[in-house]
């Protein structure tokens, strides 16, 4: 088997995922838009998507890191995510920021200037995953410099007890940041170091995922009164069991050769970056202009152009050769940089 087939499913997965961060996004802006879905029905589906989409996304950064810190050794590997994601970090939370604060009036979030350029130290929407991924991916380089693949194991139960020990934080911060996600990331470097083993497809396996996902989402949601806020060993089971449901469903996904699964998977860190900006545009259009109030409509359609806005721009970005707009070498315009002053001559 090809290491393309063994690892095709990650991409349905990633799919998978973006699909549940933009419903996400799209209902929760629909909420504060009051334009209201099922309360019941909005609270339970927003609290299983929210236990574990995050998650899965550090589960899948994890398991690359491995092969390409030794590829690339540890300095290489940073500068790599710096211009990966770092800059659209930066450039993307100053663009989408900036617009939001200009058109605060219309949209459900009163967001300031202020907010927008503290980006350094506080992220703010669904640029914090970039902020914590990169921090994540520094923390691991500096963990695997010094320990070889033979540690992973450990590495991953001491982030065990990490996330155990810091569920009670209550900050937007690392401090939060960190433990609360790098339990996922090493699940995802310990699960690749195991390949041959756990990434075949299986019917059974896939029954059983799928069986013990409902068993634990409803035991949480349900038998417990939990949330996808109340951090703790529960969570972080459900988390992990919710994660092996969505690999094995990739697996399942993957097998029926589906384009436009594939399509999305692979660009869904533009998704990630636009999404808010469609989504939040579809709604106020529907809204404003066209003074649309269907619950179910604005669903639909946030959903749809939350995904598809974002793919048209990326295939526009392609052929226009604008290719610096999710993407760019940060690190060598930051090194170039250095040097010219290091080398300027000084005044006399």
């Keep these: 088997m090809s290491m393309e087939s063994k690892t095709e499913w990650v991409v349905y997965a990633k799919a998978i995922g973006i699909m549940l961060v933009v419903y996400g996004h799209v209902a929760r802006g629909l909420d504060k838009a009051n334009i209201a879905l099922p309360e019941a029905f909005y609270r339970l589906a927003d609290s299983i998507i929210y ?17 390409s810190f030794n590829k690339y050794g ?14 659209p970090y930066l450039l993307w939370s100053l663009l989408q920021g900036t617009l939001e604060a200009t058109l605060s009036s219309y949209t459900s979030a009163n967001i300031s200037f202020a907010q927008v350029f503290s980006l350094l130290w506080s992220p703010r929407a669904q640029f914090w995953f970039l902020y914590a991924l990169f921090a994540i991916f520094v923390l691991a380089t500096i963990i695997f410099s010094t320990l070889n693949k033979r540690w992973i194991s450990l590495v991953l139960l001491l982030s065990i007890v990490l996330y155990w020990l810091t569920a009670d934080i209550d900050s937007a911060h690392l401090a939060r940041f960190i433990p609360e996600n790098f339990v996922y990331f090493m699940f995802g470097v310990w699960f690749s170091s195991r390949y041959n083993n756990m990434l075949a497809y299986s019917p059974r396996r896939w029954l059983l995922s799928a069986t013990a996902f409902v068993i634990a989402q ?3 949601h349900v038998s417990w009164q939990l949330n996808y806020e109340d951090r703790g060993v ?16 990739a697996h399942f996904l993957s097998r029926l050769h589906m384009p436009i699964m ?5 660009a ?21 202009v066209l003074h649309i109030q269907s619950t179910s409509i604005h669903l639909i359609m946030g959903c749809l152009f939350g995904l598809l806005l974002p793919l048209l721009a990326m295939i526009v970005a392609n052929k226009l050769g604008m290719k610096y707009l999710f993407h760019a070498p940060l690190s060598t315009w930051l090194a170039t940089a250095t040097k010219r002053q290091q080398h300027k001559p000084d005044p006399k």
């Design 51 to 67: 236990s574990f989409h995050m998650p899965l996304f550090f589960f899948l950064s994890g398991l690359f890191f491995y092969a």
């Design 74 to 87: 540890s300095k290489q590997f940073v500068l790599n995510k710096v211009d990966t994601i770092v800059y």
């Design 218 to 220: 409803y035991l949480f």
């Design 234 to 249: 529960w969570a972080l089971l459900v988390a992990v069991l919710s994660i092996n449901f969505i690999i094995n469903l």
């Design 262 to 266: 594939v399509f999305i998977g692979n």
């Design 268 to 288: 869904s860190m533009v998704i990630y970056l636009l999404h808010i900006m469609a989504g939040s545009g579809t709604r106020i259009v529907l809204k404003s």
